[in-house]
């Protein structure tokens, strides 16, 4: 066994655990951060114990990984600056709830309680009351695979739960390498389930590396390495010969304003911005090439409101006649406000789409009535109101190009909604505003998951941020093209082709929900069988 350390070393070894993420990408912390953890958890002597060991890992992975958190409260940081430190730590306090629950529901199923003295038995609770972990190489390894097991259940409980919140889950650590492939089967959750596993064989080899025969405990680390390293190459760059011929080639111009977001909806300033995006939009192609069939603008790239856009939108169709263009603004609905994407051809909108995912605390409040009347308000409100939800996803039909499901800034993190359309969009169009979340950590975990939705469903992304990182990817998750943060300027490339669509597509989450739903069935059994005995 590894020497007890004080229990706030799980706080670190989460932070190390966050290191495998964007904007890291240091995928030996996982295993390193991981084991150090696994191995403090062995010398917990009560539910109370573990939980506080498992919200402490949990605590110190969110913050790091969230830290980009406080900047939407920096905008205007004389309004909302106060909120930044409380929000850093509420959410990660929260989300680090399920963490604690995964590592309470894999000490208990494996630990035995320890018979409590008959004159103090009656003063502890079954909070409180001691219990052990059995040591030594079987009963390490039921330890390891119930915690696998039942911290990957709970990132799935967290990817749902209260309109959910999937950021940051630990498969994405994988972005760009071969086992990022998994996920076209898998999906995030199980290459998640995959990567703890992983870490706890490594963890079971080295807490047992003096019981076990010197070989095969180096084996087993060696393996885990070789299997690791080999998952870490990374993806083969796309083929100059994939998609359309050149003839049949569809060229797209990702559009990029850059327009910060402390500036962005001055009254003094917003024309500048849209202009520039106009000008961004006719500007000649880039070599001397052809001009797009396609142009995307932004999250609210038009600064007007859509029943009175006719004026911007005449100015756009003017500037890019026969051009379809796919862009952001907000739009009215009686006393109703929506976050909407607009696709504009031959001169008027030919269809639109409501975001029907909006961010907590951000487009809308929970309890907001009463929030209100503390004065307190989302950061992106309007008028003092939130936004609505729109109807559910759906494609539009963009030109002769085909059908696109548009995905608006914060949808693009949800697995489940990429996709979920009745008919297969021929593309994704992400259109956000990353000017919201800061220049580092923020917007780069944005553009993984961007890229996983690509991968998970064998469908292209064209994604056009504000401030960056606007970015085609294609239909196996690689970035194609891109231009990065706070950069003025556009992307003109062609449209990647779409795959087939991958086993995630047809099945979503639910083969990976039954395995976990299967654990937790077969260890409820045998804790009860083994409480009956005693």
């Known amino acids: 066994m590894i020497p007890k350390l004080p229990v706030w070393v799980s706080a670190i070894a989460g932070a190390i655990v966050a290191l495998a993420g964007a904007p890291f990408g240091i995928i030996a912390a996982a295993f390193a951060g991981g084991v150090l953890h696994l191995s403090q958890s062995f010398h917990d002597r009560s539910i109370r114990a573990a939980s506080l060991r498992g919200w402490l890992f949990g605590f110190g992975y969110f913050a790091v990984t969230l830290h980009w958190i406080v900047e939407p409260f920096l905008v205007d940081a004389a309004r909302h600056g106060w909120m930044a430190p409380f929000a850093l730590l509420f959410l990660c306090g929260g989300l680090s709830v399920f963490w604690g629950l995964a590592q ?22 079954i909070w409180k009351r001691e219990r052990t972990l059995v040591l030594g190489p079987r009963a390490h390894a039921h330890f390891l695979m119930n915690w696998a097991f039942a911290l990957g259940g709970v990132e799935v409980l967290r990817s749902f739960a209260f309109t959910g919140f999937p950021w940051g889950l630990l498969g994405y650590i994988w972005v760009d390498t071969q086992a990022s492939m998994l996920a076209t089967v898998l999906g995030p959750h199980g290459l998640g389930l995959l990567s703890l596993l992983a870490i706890c064989i490594f963890a079971w080899a080295v807490l047992n590396r003096h019981v076990l025969p010197y070989r095969m405990g180096w084996g087993v680390m060696i393996g885990v390495l070789i299997v690791v390293f080999a998952g870490m190459q990374p993806m083969p ?237 294609d239909a196996r998750g690689r970035v194609t093209a891109q231009l990065g943060m706070n950069q003025t300027g556009f992307i003109d490339a062609a449209m990647p082709a779409a795959g087939k669509a991958t086993l995630y597509a047809r099945t979503r989450d639910w083969p990976i929900i039954g395995v976990f739903m299967l654990w937790l069935i077969g260890t409820s059994v045998l804790v009860w069988r083994r409480s009956s005995l005693t």
Request: net charge negative; with cysteine; aromatic share 10%.
């Open 104 to 125: 309470v529901v894999a000490f208990f199923a494996t630990s035995e309680t320890v018979p409590a003295d008959s004159s103090t038995f009656h003063f502890k609770t």
């Open 237 to 473: 760059p796309t083929p100059a010969n994939v998609g359309p011929t050149e003839t049949k080639q569809t060229l797209v111009r990702i559009v990029q304003p850059n327009a910060p977001q402390s500036e962005k909806w001055l009254p003094e300033k917003a024309r500048d911005f849209f202009d520039r995006s106009v000008a961004l939009s006719e500007a000649a192609p880039e070599n001397g090439g052809r001009r797009p069939d396609l142009i995307v603008w932004p999250e609210t790239s038009i600064p007007v409101w859509l029943d009175e856009a006719d004026v911007a939108i005449g100015m756009i169709s003017r500037a890019l006649p026969q051009t379809p263009v796919i862009a952001g603004l907000q739009r009215a609905e009686h006393l109703r406000f929506f976050n909407t994407a607009v696709v504009i051809d031959d001169g008027h909108v030919t269809d639109f789409y409501d975001k029907a995912q909006l961010v907590p605390f951000g487009e809308y409040l929970p309890f907001g009535g009463l929030l209100s009347k503390l004065g307190i308000y989302g950061l992106a409100a309007n008028e003092g109101g939130g936004f609505s939800r729109g109807i559910g996803m759906r494609t539009l039909q963009v030109g002769e190009l085909g059908r696109a499901q548009i995905l608006i800034c914060y949808e693009g993190i949800f697995p489940h909604l990429a996709g979920a359309t009745k008919e297969r969009p021929v593309f994704f169009a992400l259109i956000t505003n990353d000017g919201w979340f800061g220049n580092w950590a923020g917007p780069r975990q944005h553009l993984v998951q961007a890229q996983f939705r690509s991968l998970e469903q064998g469908i292209p992304m064209l994604r056009s941020a504000n401030t960056g990182i606007s970015a085609i990817i």
